[in-house]
């Protein structure tokens, strides 16, 4: 079929509805969601081809399901498959997904954006951080809701002033089968999936599934590789006829990557691409540019319980308990002159120099000028988590929920030195953390580390909600408190400097020779224990009113609470840093119908206390400053239009406008001038468009994300042009052939007409005039082909 040619714009029309269950965050959210959207609506939320989700929730959200996510680029298209949605811009920093990227949800960063997987937390008890890479398959995802500006009244969250993204997997098959999915294409691309589903066994029913993965390719610029191996797993068990059920669910995740290097915004746009070198080089001071140094390796896993159970007719209990276990680090190696002691180049002055001053490091029986060594910052991981509901359905019109959640994570954070082999490899991706590596030891015989701390981070947190409807069911009320405490315990062990120039000593004397021989300007920090509490109660409130059996309008209002980051309690000269904490005003208005699907919402959103990180020239050391107060506005909308059988169009728009209220000091000489500047790193507009077609055994699809431009620093000096990325798949299906069913093969093509831009911005320094080698170059023209089949 010959297609029109689509101009990127704002507005929205999608296709063919489906039938779809409401599924939301937690166990307790879907309870009351399930009872609540059918008494409104008569119905549960259908889809358009897996976009554009019939809503009924009293805020603004915008959902994909499997139908959908399917056709994307199978592994680990995590976040790269919601960036069609209105609000939404995810750069990834490569086409599979398997590097990571970076996100922004109406204007607000990861780090303030909550992200939970079946109802579990993801983010980063620390610094709030997403890490996509540690998402489960996206073969496994049944559902992704994502909420713009609001959070649900159970989400267990100190972080998400931006809005929150949901991720649900899928149900174990009820019938006995296997499913394996081959895949090959660019840059040696490979991967291979395989799930077993047990079916129904036992006298209740019991069904489950385990699923195995490998992903591999190379980097698509400079020497080097992605690599992720992953073990999936779910049992489901049934409780009766009436929704109840408890389920198990885990994920196990080896991932060993080497980073794409980043570039400055002329490199990228002159074709200057400055990369990483494929050789180590003469030791013992080796090559700092080796690729072999900027590595990523984490290790991950988590188990995650659901529960559901009806006490009686009318009141329903949920129980969801989990945990998360992750080990990780971003590379890195640092020089030690074993003459003077001095570590790096730079010849800043640090506690450690004077512990090891002519001392052999790698026994090699002489005193070298430079030294190199493997010196990660080691993050572990440990948490514990529960999320609980008691759910009171007073009658058809009318439900109470009490929710109570916990959170406690240890956060351990450790930056060991190992000595580095003969040929200047790496012995093991985590130093001398496992014991595989040899440690560098100072003349006292202790570890020399750039940092050793551990924190507790623990959220308790109450919540309540109302639901009503009236008028026949046409008018719906969300009435909804929650109540978190957020208490840091933090530990530093060790006289250091600031966090990003960290270099640690146990000894006192050491650290005030160092503060010495640097003079007044000296950041030395001693250990240090302390406690830190947050808390707030936090309202969110919500109306709609079915106008008629097509249309509906609604309005919320929620305030959100973002409390300090670990690093930011750590470094900050602020003594008291004050939670960040959003205001956000959503109008909305619904159309459904068969063919048709739509929805509208202007919003805004008042934020204080924004927290960033700012250099101070005169310390010379990056701290965690406040901002102060910046108001956001804007809109968004996608519709969805079926205009004939098998032919399904879906676009979205978003415009994102912010305003810094003013001028930010960040140090004792030196005045930023941001007053009525904007906000870094989001696009003020964002337009996507799908049209896919179905005719017979084959299935059509191209899609197209438009990105505007983008201010790097808050500074607003240097913008990173708009760009357009064009999608596209194609798959035909076999049928049956013998023993494998349903075969299938899938064609997917990432950035079709080769777009050259800039993707992902990371600033060191919010109020530089630029971000200097601080960008990532956009993915090049992917292409991966995938055979699935069933048995």
């Known amino acids: 079929m010959k297609l029109n040619k689509w101009i990127l714009a704002g507005t929205a029309l999608t296709g063919a509805f489906a039938a779809h269950s409401a599924l939301a965050q937690s166990t307790g959210t879907q309870a009351v969601e399930e009872v609540t959207e059918v008494v409104v609506s008569g119905q549960r939320n259908r889809?358009?081809?897996?976009?554009?989700?019939v809503q009924t929730v009293t805020k603004t959200r915008s959902s994909i399901d499997e139908q959908f996510i399917d056709k994307q680029l199978p592994g680990v298209a995590g976040l790269d498959a919601i960036n069609l949605l209105p609000g939404v811009n995810f750069t990834s920093n490569d086409a599979t997904g398997m590097s990571g990227g970076d996100i922004t949800l109406r204007g607000f960063d990861a780090q303030r954006v909550s992200l939970t997987l079946d109802g579990m937390p993801v983010n980063d008890t620390g610094n709030y951080q997403i890490y996509t890479t540690q998402l489960p398959d996206s073969d496994l995802f049944s559902?992704?809701?994502?909420?713009?500006?609001?959070?649900?009244?159970?989400?267990?969250?100190?972080?998400a002033s931006g809005g929150t993204l949901s991720y649900l997997t899928k149900k174990p098959l009820k019938e006995m089968g296997g499913q394996v999915k081959l895949g090959f294409g660019s840059y040696n691309y490979q991967r291979e999936f395989v799930r077993f589903d047990t079916g129904e066994f036992g006298p209740f029913g019991t069904t489950s599934y385990l699923s195995a993965s490998y992903n591999r390719t190379d980097k698509f610029k400079g020497p080097g590789n992605l690599e992720r191996k992953q073990v999936n797993g779910k049992v489901y068990q049934p409780l009766g006829d009436n929704g109840d059920f408890v389920s198990a669910a885990f994920l196990y995740m080896e991932s060993r990557n080497h980073f794409i290097r980043r570039n400055s915004l002329a490199q990228i746009q002159q074709d200057t691409i400055n990369d990483y070198d494929e050789t180590a080089g003469a030791g013992p001071g080796f090559n700092s540019n080796y690729y072999g140094y900027s590595i990523n390796p984490t290790d991950t896993g988590n188990v995650r319980i659901q529960f559901k159970k009806h006490l009686t007719d009318n009141l329903t209990f949920t129980f969801d308990p989990s945990f998360q276990y992750t080990l990780a680090n971003g590379g890195g190696t640092t020089t030690i002159n074993e003459v003077t002691g001095q570590i790096g180049t730079a010849g800043v002055a640090n506690p450690i120099n004077r512990e090891l001053t002519g001392v052999d490091i790698n026994g090699d029986g002489r005193l070298s000028t430079s030294v190199r060594t493997y010196s990660p910052s080691n993050t572990k991981t440990r948490r514990f988590m529960v999320t609980s509901s008691l759910i009171w359905r007073i009658n058809d019109n009318s439900v109470v929920r009490a929710a109570y959640s916990y959170d406690r994570g240890s956060h351990r954070q450790t930056g060991a030195y190992s000595l580095l082999n003969a040929t200047g490899s790496i012995t093991d991706e985590f130093s001398s953390e496992r014991g595989n590596a040899s440690p560098v030891l100072d003349k006292f015989g202790n570890?020399?580390?750039?940092?050793?701390?551990?924190?507790f981070a623990e959220l308790s947190q109450f919540a309540i909600n109302y639901t009503g409807t009236f008028f026949d069911n046409s008018l719906k009320f969300d009435i909804g408190l929650r109540a978190p405490k957020l208490t840091r315990d933090l530990n530093n062990y060790c006289y250091q400097m600031n966090t990003f120039t960290a270099y640690c000593s146990t000894n006192p004397t050491a650290a005030a020779d160092a503060r010495a021989a640097a003079g007044a300007t000296a950041a030395i920090q001693a250990p240090v224990s302390f406690t830190k509490e947050y808390d707030k109660v936090l309202p969110n409130l919500g109306v709609s009113y079915k106008i008629n059996n097509n249309q509906s309008i609604y309005a919320s209002y929620a305030e959100t609470l973002s409390a300090p980051r670990t690093d930011d309690l750590y470094d900050s000269k602020i003594p008291n840093l004050v939670p960040e904490h959003g205001k956000t005003v959503d109008?909305?208005?619904?159309?459904s119908a068969a063919k048709v699907s739509a929805n509208v919402a202007v919003w805004h959103t008042d934020f204080a206390h924004r927290i960033e990180r700012a250099y101070d020239d005169v310390e010379q050391i990056s701290t965690s400053t406040d901002i102060g107060d910046v108001t956001m506005q804007g809109f968004n909308a996608e519709v969805g239009f079926r205009p004939v059988e098998g032919l399904n169009i879906y676009a979205s728009t978003s415009y994102t406008d912010s305003e810094i209220a003013d001028n930010v000091k960040t140090s004792a000489t030196a005045v930023q001038l941001t007053a009525g500047k904007k906000l870094n790193k989001y696009p003020k507009f964002a337009h996507a468009v799908r049209v896919n077609y179905e005719t017979g055994n084959w299935d059509f699809g191209v899609q197209g994300k438009y990105t505007g431009d983008r201010y790097s620093t808050l500074l607003n000096t240097e913008i990173a042009p708009a760009y357009t990325v064009w999608d596209a798949n194609v798959s035909y299906s076999f049928g049956n052939f013998g023993p494998m069913k349903d075969t299938q093969l899938q064609l997917n093509v990432k950035n079709l007409f080769d777009e050259r831009y800039a993707g992902a911005i990371s600033p060191s320094d919010v109020f530089a005039a630029n971000v200097g080698f601080n960008y990532?170059?956009?993915?090049?023209?992917?292409?991966?082909l995938t055979l699935n089949t069933k048995f």
Do not use: M
Request: charged share 20%; net charge positive; glycine share 8%.
């Open 447 to 455: 570890n020399v580390q750039k940092r050793n701390r551990h924190s």
């Open 776 to 784: 990532q170059l956009g993915a090049p023209t992917t292409a991966v």
């Open 587 to 591: 109008l909305g208005y619904r159309y």
């Open 143 to 159: 559902r992704v809701d994502v909420n713009l500006g609001t959070t649900d009244v159970d989400s267990p969250t100190a972080a």
């Open 47 to 53: 889809s358009l081809e897996g976009l554009a989700v």
